[in-house]
């Protein structure tokens, strides 16, 4: 099994886990949990009485690999177009991981930075300060989402995982990506051993399709971070296959027909030019009873 650190605070859970284990710091005692008219939920400070001037909300990371890196990323916006201009810092511990963003706009925007860990358990800290120009202007002129904390590069081969497949309008939630066999296909899909291995490129369990005949299958792969590269292997591939690679806002960003005349093993490769092509998910049509393993993404 992966054991990764990853992280993501949706704030969609407002019974069960509406903070996605953040706390409020001794400047977010205002902040509170919001709804928009599309039922997404974010967190912002409440109006009037908020004046950020410093820590906002702490986590404690647990799990780490020290010396490793890894990328934090969140959305975020003014509340209201004025001249409070929030300023967001972060902190590992005590030292400060980037220089300090400003928040100009009052469309969501996602904003990417890196840190790596010096030890197994860090505490992550947001700091907010406001730049000010009209005093008169409502303060704490902040929203925040999706708060993504994930290694900038890791595998997956799906060993030690236990064996389970998945039908049509099912998904298989692991901690590296959500697997979702799209309701138009046919037939199950999901994490499987073949009784024989391609070594290097498909060994032990692999992410199975189309499994136990060719039936037609529409996958989505959504990846738990934006990331640069992306390489796999596909074995066992005999009809040709396409896949797209999309952005975090759903656009297209590169479609390619994998041809099962190139050879029945293949690797199959993304490299963004710049991180605005960065990929958050990948999707997949096939009919062929063909198989996925040895993934290796990363934020360059």
């Not at 998945?166 to 066999?181: C, E, H, N, R, Y």
Request: glycine letters at 6%; aromatic letters at 12%.
């Amino acid at each position: 099994m992966n054991a990764d650190y990853f992280h993501l605070a949706t704030f969609e859970s407002p019974s069960t886990d509406p903070w996605g284990d953040w706390k409020a710091d001794s400047n977010g005692a205002t902040l509170g949990i919001y709804q928009e008219e599309d039922g997404n939920h974010f967190v912002a400070f409440a109006p009037a009485i908020s004046f950020p001037h410093g820590p906002v909300l702490f986590k404690e990371l647990q799990g780490l690999e020290p010396d490793r890196e890894y990328c934090l990323s969140l959305r975020t916006r003014q509340q209201w177009a004025n001249q409070a201009v929030p300023v967001l810092t972060w902190k590992l511990g005590d030292e400060q991981i980037a220089a300090p963003i400003e928040v100009t706009t009052s469309e969501w925007i996602t904003l990417h930075w890196r840190f790596k860990a010096s030890q197994a358990v860090e505490t992550l800290k947001l700091e907010v300060r406001e730049r000010i120009g009209d005093p008169s202007h409502a303060r704490g002129n902040l929203a925040i989402d999706d708060i993504r904390i994930y290694p900038s590069r890791f595998e997956e081969d799906f060993n030690d995982l236990p064996q389970q497949l998945i039908q049509p309008g099912g998904q298989l939630a692991l901690k590296t990506m959500l697997v979702t066999l799209q309701p138009n296909s046919s037939g199950p899909a999901g994490i499987y051993r073949y009784n024989s291995d391609e070594p290097g490129m498909r060994e032990k369990q692999a992410l199975g399709l189309s499994i136990g005949k060719d039936m037609r299958q529409n996958l989505s792969i959504d990846l738990p971070g934006e990331f640069t590269s992306i390489r796999f292997a596909w074995t066992w591939l005999q009809k040709d296959a396409t896949v797209q690679y999309l952005d975090q806002s759903g656009a297209t960003l590169d479609s390619r027909t994998i041809y099962a005349s190139a050879g029945r093993d293949q690797w199959v490769e993304y490299q963004a030019e710049n991180e605005s092509q960065a990929v958050s998910r990948i999707e997949l049509t096939y009919s062929d009873y063909s198989f996925l393993d040895f993934f290796t993404l990363q934020r360059l």
